[in-house]
């Protein structure tokens, strides 16, 4: 849908309240490193089947699996799945107006924040169109800690190959051989 057509169903939104498909879902992929400070949030657009007879969308989990498999790597890092959650925005027009006026509570806010796992289906709800660009998927992703394993700097001799008699560069000391003198050595 064009930005003109918004913009005309906005003007004309007396005669268009209502909730309706949308095409696709924006997918925000949150990096977290190690020290859990964000590292990078990629975005891209989803798109899905609806069930008419159900009048859902959705997105099967074989998909969902795909693409946190093939976003789970970010530069030289890799990030496992954390956590995922569905924004979807399902209130009925009459229902605006009270919503806007109402204090936001824990509950309230909720209430259209969904978290799924990605062993079942993803269903999506029709919205009013003004909500169409906020209805979101989020993939968190945290930094694989890789652990490196100590290497000695000891080297053995049974771990090295053997070779023939090294020549060294020693200085030696020939000192002549004195007698001790002790009485095993007393001249008699």
């Known amino acids: 849908m064009s930005w003109v057509l918004d913009e005309e169903k906005l003007l004309d ?5 209502y909730r309706e498909k949308f095409p696709s879902i924006s997918a925000y992929y949150i990096y977290i490193n190690e020290n859990d400070y964000i590292d990078n949030i990629k975005c891209e657009e989803v798109y899905f089947n609806w069930d ?3 009048n859902v969308g959705i997105i099967p989990n074989k998909v969902l699996l795909k693409l946190i498999e093939e976003k789970k790597t ?30 936001p509570t824990e509950n309230n806010n909720q209430r259209f924040l ?7 289906d993803l269903y999506l709800k029709p919205t009013i169109f003004i909500f169409h660009e906020l209805n979101s998927l989020y993939f968190i992703f945290r930094q694989i800690i890789k652990k490196r394993n100590p290497t ?14 090294s020549i060294t560069k020693r200085v030696r000391v020939h000192l002549p051989n004195k007698k001790k003198k002790t009485r095993k050595y007393l001249e008699k």
């Open 52 to 54: 008419i007879s159900k």
């Open 152 to 165: 000695s700097i000891l080297k053995f001799i049974e771990d090295e190959p053997k070779k023939h008699k």
């Open 114 to 120: 969904k978290t799924f796992t990605v062993l079942d």
């Open 13 to 17: 939104i007396k005669e268009c309240y």
């Open 74 to 103: 970010y530069g030289d890092n890799t990030y496992r799945f954390d956590e995922g959650s569905l924004f979807n925005i399902t209130l009925e027009p009459d229902d605006i107006q009270s919503y806007s006026e109402s204090e």
